[in-house]
């Protein structure tokens, strides 16, 4: 399917577990980033790439790592997960000049 | 710092009333301003964007750099306009977007 597509949907996982959000986009968009949204927060960004192998970190990046070996793909990390990353988490994506990001369907991760 | 400020967590209208939703930002050079609309359970969707200076869906925002402000607007709230609504902004020279914290619009029958 085109667009841009996040899995696994819903996660639930422990205190201490590495888990991995896949994000994958076939438009060849050049940016990509990656959001959590909490009530009373809204949406603030994790990680952002320009291009494959370029990532920079955003406002919250502690507990998070991500990589972008392919342009389409650009996978989130969390290498010791706890309960304050339980949160919804999208993925986007877009191209310069474009000035529009298309916005994955979403992953609601749970930590127990 | 780049900031966008929405100061309504939620507001409620009866159908067919006027809506207003609140957006400030601080940036000191020229920014590019979104709203952004996520129904219920649905993926984030882009509504307005500055430069366009186009009505989608009824809505129109105008963006006033002496205020900075970038309200959003429409004037007869329709039920199905229910939703999460994000004022986002992006820089020049960067390419991220700063997002609000989102106003939940409700239009009561």
């Known amino acids: 399917d085109a667009g841009i597509t996040q899995s696994p949907r819903y996660k639930i996982t422990e205190t201490g577990r590495q888990v991995t959000l896949m994000c994958h986009q076939t438009?060849?968009?050049?940016?990509m980033f990656w959001y959590r949204q909490d009530l009373g927060h809204g949406l603030r960004l994790i990680y952002y790439?320009?291009?494959?192998?370029?990532?920079d970190k955003g406002e919250v990046p502690d507990g998070y790592v991500v990589s972008r070996s392919k342009t389409e793909n650009f996978p989130l990390t969390l290498e010791s997960a706890t309960r304050s990353q339980t949160s919804v988490y999208f993925c986007?994506?877009?191209?310069?000049?474009?000035?529009?990001?298309?916005f994955g369907q979403g992953t609601r991760l749970t930590v127990v | 710092a780049q900031r966008v400020t929405q100061p309504e967590k939620l507001l409620s209208v009866f159908k067919g009333a006027p809506v207003e939703l609140k957006c400030n930002y601080s940036?000191?050079?020229?920014?590019?301003l979104f709203w952004y609309v996520q129904y219920s359970r649905q993926r984030l969707q882009l509504l307005l964007r500055?430069?366009s200076r186009e009505s989608i869906k009824g809505f129109t925002a105008d963006l006033n750099k002496g205020e900075t402000s970038f309200h959003l607007k429409k004037p007869f709230a329709q039920e199905e306009d229910s939703a999460m609504y994000y004022c986002?902004?992006?820089?020049?020279?960067?390419?991220?977007?700063?997002f609000g914290t989102g106003t939940r619009l409700k239009v009561l029958a």
């Open positions: 986007a994506s877009s191209v310069p000049g474009l000035a529009e990001a298309f």
């Open positions: 790439s320009a291009a494959a192998d370029i990532t």
């Open positions: 500055h430069i």
């Open positions: 986002a902004l992006s820089t020049s020279g960067t390419y991220k977007y700063i």
């Open positions: 438009w060849s968009h050049s940016y």
């Open positions: 940036y000191s050079g020229s920014p590019e």
